[in-house]
């Protein structure tokens, strides 16, 4: 079992950057893959970034040059850093953790990220 915790949400300005935190506890085992995805009012949830186990990356074309994904194994913590942040970058941004192992995903509760004037 997995446990995933997110934080680093908040209110930021547009053009402004935040770096969203993801630590994962449990059994690790291997990972397969990690990333993030958000899920505005009203729309379905999209992937925004994945990486996987052997460090390769994966952007949405929206966020594509402006976020950055990341993994610190020693921390067991996964990131996101978010540069040049728009108002359509506002949802509910949420870790994604699959092993190996496994034939599902776990998922953290989410951090929730608005960008407004």
């Known amino acids: 079992q997995v446990r995933l915790v997110e934080s680093g949400g908040g209110l930021v300005q547009p053009g402004g950057s935040l770096r969203l935190s993801c630590a994962y506890s449990g059994t690790i085992v291997s990972i397969k893959t990690m990333g993030w995805y958000r899920q505005a009012p009203g729309k379905q949830r999209e992937l925004v970034a994945t990486i996987s186990s052997g460090r390769s990356t994966h952007y949405a074309d929206s966020v594509k040059g402006r976020f950055t994904i990341s993994r610190d194994s020693a921390k067991n913590t996964l990131y996101l850093q978010m540069d040049s942040l728009k108002p359509e970058d506002t949802a509910a941004y949420y870790c994604?953790?699959?092993?190996?192992?496994?034939?599902?995903?776990?998922w953290g509760q989410g951090t929730q990220v608005t960008v407004s004037s």
């Open positions: 994604q953790y699959r092993g190996r192992y496994d034939s599902y995903d776990y």
